[in-house]
């Protein structure tokens, strides 16, 4: 066997070691009863030991070299999974064994606390917690960019979107902090004298759920291969061929599930439509989580929250979740296509509209970055919280930690360099879509008429179907003729929010 | 560190990577996507295949035998810790690799196959996936054999059982051979003149799970470290920090799902109770098969059909699944005992009454000693499924597989030699509750008025704490103060059906 397929055989090893810890990670999130961490997080970080040991085995660094060597022989897919391999390789030998299994240990612990200290409002027990993991961060992003040769906190980046830079982020992001403080006021204005009826009463649970799987097939998720369930914070977890998304449900306001289901299925989507001859090989998988969040946003955001995707599917929610009684406004599209446009600077990330949602990314990349550059201290984050909270939203946290720095489990988790994917996915989002219009000009009366055959099509041969075989930007020119452009994104909000 | 140290650090390893596989199986049976068996299968293999290796590595053998030779130096537990890494290593290490990944992946198949099979009555389909499990077991049985010294089948009996043998089980089933036969019709008239009011009309999963959930704990299962879900086939799966049982919802016949959701809390029960101090050692970890069912037969045969359960839990059924224009007589306590003893031959195995379930396996056991001696051949189960069952239960079975040899998965899965241990576990429970009402002579008043403490404690103190560090033999007559006897079962099925 040539050393190339001998990687092959290797990384397909490893892809199913990843499915192991893809569902335990699931099943944690979903199902775990609470005093059972403690054996799970052994569990899991000799699992997370076994996959280094495995990288760092001297037979793979000499075969990528080797198989580097020959790649004259390769054909275009394999060259690019010889490329994807090395990349991982950097990933996963970069960081200590040592340090692999406390920073595993530290972010299992904190992030099993979390779910109980934010719903106490607890930042006192929390903060040592969150503690252990920043420092682990600390030395994680260190060892990153000695071995990467990046700066330390691009080191971080690099993990979650390849490539991906704090110039990058700064250069795109710089536009919307212009553009928004302006821009939401004046959409709030705007929106203060729509006409707007919200539900009345509570919607049970099971009518949601029954609502979210038939939205799903709508959106063509495929149920042979996943399923829907319930957590504690939404999430799109599993494998390719197993994809499990997740929701929560607010019995009070039906249009948080809804739009949590329709962006965890455009995740959802995304894994589902990746090539299948290329399963367990790096090659073969999606890209990094801006380009992930591209798809979640693209779904939740350029068309559940259009007006025609929304005319599409209003007699759907009507039937659904209309009760009798209910204001007959309630579910006439024009209201639907209000209440899931409302802008409205609140606290909560996960619940932001989508003109004042980069703004919570900002202030964490902002905070992330000076815990990681040590210039901060986790016993100073929810002053600094207040403060950026103040700056750019208007809303004072003070004393309200679950509402402020502990509303996330990022941090808690350990990912730091996560942040910054939303706002790069909608931006990528909102590029994909522009593009996908010129390419097809008849799609929003095809999304009108219920009809996302074109849409997907046109995700799959210009995102879904190349895997990881192209990079950020190569990927992001050969879709949609350009670089990463906010005005774009800037062009979709002030049509969205100020033109319609 | 001393060798035996080592081997400790080791099965810790080992168990960790157990937790990860009965997740992982627990999940596949309750959760996974049809579709999503390829991939999920693959990630098993790759993980049944690392245990393998890690138990082939030679410094688990060299350990094992250093640490032997230096036994003095051990205490009780570390030396019993010793026998049962010995047991297990030899376990692992008598097959081969190439059959460990056939084997699983066969199994895998085959049961996974089976789920949609049996419900379309398909043996055709069935039987040559199945033939590939025989083959499989044929050559694993014979492999262990030649490792272990023991004949084919006892070394597949052992592997549920330590010890146990074919000619244990002859000597133990031959009294109720012939006790059976005679003593199922004399039942069954005794029966027929008692009046009897069944459930009228459904009651629906939700109330029943609230049932089981409410049972389980008056039962004290501890949900903080345990689940109850659903799935095709009740079963208790997961590891003893997070115990998941399984059942399933009849809604015109409540009696099936409370009998399982007691039979596997008793399961989950010993699971529980495994000594903390001992986790992720061999020691520590249940004794086979064969005790396991002890336990749960303990639960549901012993306690939970019980004049003396019944009567403490009818308010809680009642309150529970009690609706307007039900019979009064329904939710009266002798009506319920009556419901719950109920002698009556029947097809399937899991649905069987306490009387005639032994002759269910009587059949399976003289089957599979067949298969795995070559006798049989897959093709002809169906045949001898019928001709046994007429002659033990009077019922045909032709054409109908789904309700004769497809109703079980044990084979598909493999499991040869797993089904003697249901009745070698009714017979234990009887002589086990026998030996626990003679030191504790007010245990039935004390079930009476719902005080299971010093039941769960006598079990703790016999069985539970004492994990695996005895043998078969030794457990039994330590708790019991008699080998294995078969008489105190028939004693106790005479009591139950023809005293009461």
């Known amino acids: ?142 060892q ?14 690099d993990l979650y979107e390849e490539g991906v830079t704090e110039e990058l982020i700064d250069f795109s992001f710089e536009p919307l902090r212009k553009f928004l403080p302006n821009f939401i006021p004046e959409v709030v204005e705007k929106q203060k004298n729509e006409k707007l009826v919200y539900q009345e009463g509570l919607i049970s649970k ?18 042979e291969k996943g399923r829907l369930d319930t957590s504690h914070h939404p999430f799109c977890g599993g494998v390719p061929d197993d994809v499990r998304i997740t929701t929560r449900y607010s019995e009070s306001d039906f249009t948080e599930c809804l739009m949590s289901v329709i962006h965890e299925t455009g995740h959802g989507s995304y894994e589902q439509g990746l090539p299948i001859e290329w399963r367990g090989q790096p090659a073969g998988s999606a890209m990094g989580m801006a380009f992930h969040e591209s798809q979640s946003l693209f779904y939740e955001m350029q068309i559940g929250r259009s ?15 209309g009760r009798e009684g209910d204001p007959a406004r309630l579910w006439e599209s024009e209201n639907l296509h209000r209440l899931f446009t409302r802008v409205m600077p609140g606290y909560i990330r996960v619940n932001a509209d989508e003109a004042t949602y980069p703004l919570h990314i900002m202030m964490r990349y902002e905070i992330e970055k000076e815990l990681i550059a040590g210039s901060l201290s986790v016993k100073d984050i929810p002053e600094v919280w207040d403060t950026k909270m103040y700056q750019y939203l208007g809303l004072r946290t003070e004393g309200n930690f679950k509402d402020g720095c502990m509303q996330d489990g990022h941090w808690a988790a350990g990912a730091f360099g996560y942040f910054p994917s939303y706002t790069l996915g909608a931006m990528i989002a909102a590029q994909l879509f522009q593009a996908m219009e010129e390419s097809l000009p008849n799609v929003q009366s095809e999304i009108l008429s219920g009809d996302l055959l074109n849409v997907k099509q046109w995700l799959n041969d210009h995102i879904w179907s190349k895997g990881s075989t192209l990079n950020f930007n190569d990927l992001l020119v050969k879709a949609t003729g350009d670089t990463l452009n906010s005005q774009i994104f800037i062009r979709h909000l002030k049509k969205r929010f100020l033109e319609d």
Chains 1, 2 share one sequence.
């Not at 569902?23 to 970080?45: I, L, Q």
């Not at 000695?146 to 980046?157: I, V």
């Not at 007006?307 to 979740?321: D, G, H, R």
């Open 144 to 157: 990153r960019s000695e071995s990467s040769g990046l700066a330390p906190y691009d080191s971080m980046l």
């Open 1 to 142: 066997m040539k050393s190339y397929e001998k990687l092959e055989v290797k990384f397909r090893r490893l892809s199913n070691f990843s499915h192991l810890s893809a569902m335990v990670a699931w099943d944690e999130a979903v199902n775990m009863p609470t005093g059972s961490g403690e054996a799970r997080n052994e569990a899991m970080v000799e699992l997370e030991t076994l996959i280094h040991d495995e990288y760092m085995s001297p037979d793979v660094a000499e075969l990528i070299s080797r198989a580097e060597s020959e790649v004259d022989e390769l054909n275009e897919w394999q060259a690019a999974n010889l490329r994807e391999m090395r990349t991982r390789w950097l990933r996963h030998t970069s960081v200590s064994k040592d340090l692999v299994q406390r920073l595993t240990f530290a972010r299992m612990k904190c992030e099993q606390a979390w779910r109980t200290l934010r719903v106490e409002n607890n930042w006192k027990t929390f903060a040592p917690l969150l503690n252990e993991v920043v420092q682990c961060g600390r030395e994680e992003a260190q």
């Open 307 to 321: 007006e025609s995707f929304l005319n599409a599917v209003t007699p759907i929610l009507k039937e659904f979740l």
């Open 206 to 223: 099971d009518h949601q759920r029954a609502l979210s799987i038939k939205i799903m097939e709508f959106l063509g998720f495929n149920f």
